[in-house]
């Protein structure tokens, strides 16, 4: 919750402050996640404009979680842009359907607002480094411990009859049948 006695009503005002907070729970999507209760950097300013407050920043918070290849262990930074409007009062004749925020009193309370963004910058398919080979398809070893000599001669059995033929001979002896 962020104090806004400190900034007037009178459009224009601005107030900028920058605080570490701890991360609240269940911040997260797929394979990525903000541990809660880590440190999350917040740079955020609020202005007063005639409808209420906006407020424009960053966080910058921890990431964890695992690789979407190999499923190692990943720890990261993710930084999220804040923009969010909240009015000073509802309009009685406006259905806003949950979507507008509004102050408490004198109390913005910012967590709505940079869950949506923090959940949004999210990497989908979070990896631990950018050229991550990930896992065999055929073992589950990590290929990039394995090497690029890790193969396997598993062939299908539907194809084993086909084996055994030279198609190298195959084609030039049809070749020069049809020339005769």
Known sequence: MFDMRKLSRQPGSLLEQA????APAGLGAGLAVIPAGADVTL???????????LVTGTAIAP???????CLDPV???????????YRYEPDADED??????????????????????VVLALPLSPLCRADCPGLCAQCGVRLADAGPSHVHEEADSRWEALRGLDLNNEVSDSHNRQEG
């Open 75 to 85: 720890a990261s930074t993710v930084e999220a842009s804040l923009m969010e409007l």
């Open 19 to 22: 605080r570490t907070v701890p």
């Open 43 to 53: 740079d955020v300013r609020f202005e007063a404009v005639t409808e209420g407050v």
């Open 96 to 117: 806003d359907n949950g979507e507008v925020r509004y102050l408490v009193g004198d109390k913005l309370d910012l967590e709505p607002a940079f869950r949506d963004a």
């Open 63 to 69: 990431l964890g979680g695992e690789c979407a290849r």
